[in-house]
């Protein structure tokens, strides 16, 4: 069974603190993905990962970062977080050129 | 850029009934893909959907994907209350080999 876990489901955080994402999937995908969604806009990429190392930015990838040190990883991180970056983050792997994308449960962050 | 436009937006139905959603662009996409999302979890795929005027059934859903493949329509017969959730839909742009434009989705909830 394909499983993509992502390993906090709810944060709350204060406006400027470091924040830590982490997601691991066990398909041995070479692709990752890190989307936000928000109610009446869906669901947006902000960073999207290749290989190991590798790294492309999404629609949305300001005030983020991502690393990706080993293959089943995909960290995402808000170097300062701010209360517009309250939302859903969802991590999502897929094999190359592969057109189902697997999805893990969510993170809910909320930042006051 | 290339959107998807989802239609309707909230759909609200008594057990039993029959419903469709819809989801449009004016962009061709190499292949259509269906979600569902129930509430605080990841989306879930249903079907991918390559060639156009392809038709796929699930149980008591049908998926069709428009022949221009620029459109893709989800029927549901005989609803049941397990099917609430959130329907989206993603297609893959012919230029990309990862990257998904995705709906903001059609909230459907069947009432027992």
């Known amino acids: 069974d394909v499983k993509v876990t992502q390993s906090s489901r709810y944060l709350v955080k204060r406006t400027g603190e470091k924040v830590f994402l982490e997601c691991v999937q066990d398909?041995?995908?070479?692709?990752m993905f890190w989307y936000r969604q928000d109610p009446g806009l869906g669901l947006r990429l902000i960073y999207f990962?290749?290989?190991?190392?590798?790294?492309e930015k999404g629609d949305i990838p300001e005030g983020y970062s991502v690393s990706r040190e080993k293959k089943e990883r995909f960290s995402l991180i808000l170097e300062s977080a701010s209360t517009n970056q309250t939302s859903m983050y969802l991590c999502?792997?897929?094999?190359?050129?592969?057109?189902?994308?697997?999805f893990g449960e969510g993170s809910w962050l909320t930042v006051v | 850029t290339q959107l998807l436009e989802q239609s309707p937006q909230f759909l609200s139905i008594q057990e039993g009934e029959n419903l469709t959603v819809y989801c449009n662009s004016s962009?061709?996409?190499?292949?259509l893909q269906w979600y569902r999302q129930e509430p605080g979890e990841g989306p879930v795929l249903l079907v991918t959907v390559v060639t156009g005027g392809e038709v796929k059934k699930l149980k008591r859903l049908t998926f069709q994907f428009g022949d221009a493949r620029k459109d893709s329509s989800l029927h549901i017969t005989a609803a049941q209350p397990g099917d609430t959730g959130l329907y989206l839909c993603?297609?893959?742009?012919?230029?990309?080999?990862?990257?998904?434009?995705f709906g903001k989705g059609t909230l459907l909830t069947v009432n027992p």
């Open positions: 990962s290749y290989d190991v190392k590798m790294k």
């Open positions: 993603a297609g893959r742009p012919p230029d990309s080999n990862y990257k998904l434009t």
């Open positions: 398909m041995d995908h070479e692709n």
């Open positions: 999502a792997s897929s094999r190359p050129s592969g057109n189902t994308i697997y």
């Open positions: 962009s061709v996409f190499s292949s």
